[in-house]
C-alpha cells in the first residue's frame, strides 16, 4: 500500500530557483522522511519531522508538516544542478507494523544550469 | 568505512531459476528490509526483519524469500514463483525499527530476466 502521494510528480526549475515539493499521506504518523535518489541509484535520507514538529531547517531545506491536512512539504532554496534527482517521501506510521516505512512515487526534479 | 553493500550491481535471470540478491551492512543496525522500484511507482516493501531470526512479509512477498541468520546480513532469494521479477531492487538498514530514525541503503540490484 502506497501511503505517501508526492506532488507535482515532475519539476523543472533553473538554476536559483526555488523548489518546492508536496506529500500527501493518509493514515496518523510518528514522523515523515524525506529522501533523495539520483538516477539508478540508492536513497539517500535528507531529513526527518516528528509529528509534533511543524517546521524543520536542514542547509538549504526547510520542510514542514500540517497533520491536520495530512500532508509535508519539501523547499529547495537556491537550487543547483546536483540537485538534479527524485524526492521521495516515507512515512512510519502511529500503531502500524514497527519500522515499516512507506513510501510515496516520487517527484522527479530538473534543474538547468 | 561503514556502510551497506548490495552485490551484484546487475543480475540476469533465465525463466524458472532461483536467484539471490546479497545485501551485507557494517553499521549495526537492528533493521533491515527489501524494496523494489518499478518505473513509476515508487519503492514497495517486499520483507522486513527487525531482530536477527525473525522477518515479516511487506505489501509483495509473493514469490520472494528471505533469512536472517546474522544481523549483518539480509539475503533476498528471487524465485520461480515471482512473474515479473525485472525491476530495481534495494536493500535498506536502520538502527532501531521503532524509533524513528533514518534508513540507510545500497546502490541497489537491477534484476532483468532474460
Known amino acids: 500500500s502506497q501511503q505517501g502521494e508526492e506532488d507535482p510528480q515532475a519539476l523543472s526549475i533553473q538554476e536559483g530557483e526555488n523548489a518546492t515539493m508536496n506529500c500527501s499521506y493518509k493514515?496518523?504518523?510518528?514522523?515523515l522522511q524525506w529522501y533523495r535518489q539520483n538516477s539508478g541509484r540508492g536513497l539517500v535520507h535528507l531529513i526527518l519531522i516528528r509529528s509534533n514538529e511543524r517546521e524543520k531547517h536542514s542547509g538549504r531545506l526547510r520542510v514542514t508538516l500540517d497533520t491536520s491536512k495530512k500532508s509535508s512539504s519539501l523547499l529547495i532554496t537556491a537550487s543547483r544542478a546536483a540537485d538534479t534527482a527524485s524526492y521521495f517521501c516515507a512515512t512510519e506510521n502511529y500503531g502500524g507494523s514497527q519500522g515499516n516505512l512507506i513510501f510515496g512515487k516520487g517527484t522527479k526534479l530538473s534543474v538547468k544550469p | 568505512d561503514g556502510g551497506i553493500t548490495q552485490s551484484p550491481k546487475y543480475l540476469f535471470r533465465k525463466e524458472g531459476q532461483n536467484v539471490t540478491l546479497s545485501c551485507e551492512q557494517n553499521?549495526?543496525?537492528?533493521?533491515m528490509y527489501w524494496y523494489r522500484q518499478d518505473p513509476g511507482q515508487g519503492l514497495r516493501l517486499i520483507y522486513y526483519?527487525?531482530?536477527?531470526?525473525?522477518?515479516q512479509k511487506g505489501d509483495i512477498a509473493e514469490g520472494y524469500s528471505v533469512s536472517r541468520e546474522k544481523k549483518e546480513s539480509f539475503p533476498l532469494t528471487v524465485t520461480s514463483a515471482q512473474k515479473n521479477p525485472t525491476a530495481f531492487y534495494l536493500c535498506?538498514?536502520?538502527?532501531?525499527?521503532?524509533?524513528?530514525?533514518?534508513?540507510?541503503f545500497g546502490q541497489g540490484t537491477r534484476l532483468t530476466v532474460v
Open positions: 535498506a538498514s536502520s538502527f532501531r525499527s521503532w524509533a524513528g530514525t533514518e534508513a540507510f
Open positions: 493514515t496518523s504518523i510518528n514522523n
Open positions: 526483519s527487525q531482530i536477527v531470526n525473525d522477518f
Open positions: 553499521l549495526n543496525h537492528d533493521a
